[in-house]
């Protein structure tokens, strides 16, 4: 007992002198970003996948003596499945490790981006961020009208009566729309499900306003129940914390065009070569970027 006393007030005593990271006692919050479209990846912005996303979160809810974990988001939203991948993981980790999650909004946490703030037991956004956009939508263009003034001629053969749905080289039908809305409303009404579950007892909208894919700066997505409390990461875990909360980043590190290990090129296959590989991704990667700069455009960013 004695022994223990004297190593007690020795630590006590040589904490001043230690980095912070080695202090006893120091509150801290590792944090995560989940920064861009999600289901989408370029080589500059590498957006929000569960590949790339899953390791960060597990060392994050693992770091020792943790009070909670951060997330800090920034996102318009994206694929539908990818969004609810990452919210499932996020969530499993939080009961497994029994911490709590704050999520932090930055500049838009919108569609597939507000349901990973829903991962969070509390959401703390600032002034200007934009919250919401419960909905689902599908958009694309059609080129029948195209290809019939260019002399083109499309040949597709299939199986399968619905197999070329919605194919944008042919004129839309209207039990290929009644399908695709159908889809959609199945879609939504899951997300309005989860919504509703992780924040049913604080929403104060009805659902014709809530879920009707508006969005809303952070004042009035507060009034309706979408947050939790205006501020910033900094300010607010310091308020809970203590001055001296610690707030390690915990990165994502996706590879070359969002893929996060080299797997089976495309020219192992075709025998295309590497530049045939390289010209794919540098295609897919444009691609990638114009869907997601409309994606943040509609928030007017």
Known sequence: MATSSFFQDLRRRLDPFLPARLRGGTPIVPVVRLNGAIGMASPFRPGIT??????????????KGAKAVALVINSPGGAP?????????????????????????????????????????EIVADDFSILGSIGVVS??????????????????????????MLDPFQPEKAEDIERLKALQQEIHAAFVTLVKARRGDVLSGDDETLFSGEFWAAPQAQELGLVDAI???RGFLRARYGENV???????????????SPGVA????????????????????????????????????
């Open 81 to 121: 499945t990818q969004s609810h991948l990452v919210y499932k993981r996020i969530r499993a980790l939080a009961v497994e490790k029994k911490l709590p999650v704050i999520a932090f909004v930055e500049d838009v946490a919108a569609s597939g981006g507000y349901m990973l703030a829903c991962a969070a037991d």
């Open 50 to 63: 569960f590949a790339n996303t899953s390791r960060a979160l597990e060392r994050a809810f693992a770091v």
């Open 139 to 164: 958009a694309g263009f059609g080129f029948p009208a195209a290809l019939e003034k260019l002399g083109i001629e499309r040949r597709v053969y299939t199986a399968g009566t619905r197999k070329v």
């Open 246 to 260: 610690r707030t390690p980043l915990i990165e994502v590190k996706p590879g070359l065009f969002g893929r996060r």
């Open 231 to 233: 501020g910033d990461l």
């Open 266 to 301: 495309m020219s192992a296959v075709t025998g295309g070569g590497a530049a045939a590989d390289i010209g794919a991704g540098a295609a897919q990667a444009l691609i990638s970027a114009a869907e997601e700069r409309a994606l943040w455009g509609r928030f007017g960013l």
